[in-house]
């Protein structure tokens, strides 16, 4: 079941960041939205189910959406899609 706080370890948000954002497309933020944890992700933003591959790399975000937008990739609660976790590119 999702939640509305993730909390990963350093070395689960690269596995993160690796397995989710090579298969992301990376989408422009709407004017006027920030993606912060706790943001509720816009309409038009594209969200994907974390993949089972990626899933029995870092079990914790099976329950998840994602989205890769400008350079973040931002873990997602499908049932109000709230982010929980907004991961960046250095992780």
């Known amino acids: 079941?999702?939640?509305d706080s993730l909390s990963l370890t350093p070395s689960q948000e690269r596995t993160a960041?690796?397995?989710l954002g090579q298969q992301a497309t990376s989408q422009t933020a709407?004017?006027?939205?920030?993606a912060a944890?706790?943001?509720t992700i816009p309409g038009d933003i594209a969200l994907r189910s974390v993949p089972a591959k990626v899933a029995a790399h870092v079990s914790?975000?099976?329950p998840?959406?994602?989205a890769l937008l400008q350079g973040k990739l931002l873990i997602v609660n499908?049932?109000?899609k709230k982010i929980v976790d907004?991961?960046?590119r250095r992780a």
Do not use: C, E, Q
Request: proline share 8%; charged share 20%; no cysteine.
């Open 64 to 66: 998840y959406d994602y």
């Open 86 to 88: 907004v991961i960046n």
């Open 37 to 39: 944890v706790g943001a």
């Open 78 to 80: 499908p049932g109000n």
């Open 17 to 19: 960041w690796r397995d």
């Open 1 to 3: 079941m999702a939640k």
């Open 30 to 34: 709407p004017t006027n939205f920030t």
């Open 60 to 62: 914790s975000l099976k």
